[in-house]
């Protein structure tokens, strides 16, 4: 009877750290990113135990991704998307189990209005806040980035040479979060954004956008669960530097 009722135990626990609301789940830290850590750590089929929507990056940084109703799709640097398969690995990545708690629409603004809205109706700068936002843009700029080969390139040097794609009368799903300031180091305080269009053909990481229409929702999380590598692939990375300035220089 106790090992029984052991193993129940050990299931019901199992299960806390995954299918979880209200909680955003990360893959290492950008700021490992930024240093090059581009060598992949967790299964996209893994991945998609905790959570259903999100953003992150593939092995070898090979593209852009997005994960939007439980599916991963890779916008890789010629600006096409695929959907990669379950083995396929991610060094960065972020995901919620997105249930939204507000909604509402907007109309005739741009990247900064936007932020300006969601701010305004979402105040508190403390918590994590997952974002969607689908409908018709005038026009929206995305990059995405090439794969890497050893020894890596730090993401700064990478970015120089990205591509970047332009749409014009686009519809589409704007997928990611807003995240608080004392995630410095961890994740991109502020927002960071991804676009998937809505015919799965283009999309990227979110440079800049005009928004003709959209329904925006949101999902406020206050849990957040860390994974770090589990070998010691961040064990010569310097990171104890403020990559402030860099990281604002590759997310922009």
Known sequence: MKKILLIVVLVLCGGCLTNRYDRITQTSTIDALLAGAYDGQISCQK??????????????LDGEMTVLDGRIYQIKSDGKVYRPAGDVKTPFATVCNFKPDTQFMIKSVDFKTVELIIDEKIPNQNQFLAVEISGKFKHIKVRSVPSQNKPYPPLAEVA??????????????????????????????????HFLSSDFARGGHVLDFELNSGDCKTDKCNEFLLILPENDSLKNIDLSKDKSEE????EK
Request: hydrophobic share 35%; aromatic share 16%.
């Open 160 to 193: 120089k040479t990205q591509p970047v794609f332009e749409m014009n009368e686009v519809t589409g799903t704007i997928v990611g979060f807003r995240s608080p300031p004392f995630v410095k180091g961890i994740n991109v305080s502020g927002y960071h954004f």
């Open 47 to 60: 991945l998609l135990t905790y959570g259903d929507f999100g953003i992150g990056t593939f092995d070898k």
């Open 247 to 250: 990281l604002q220089k590759v």
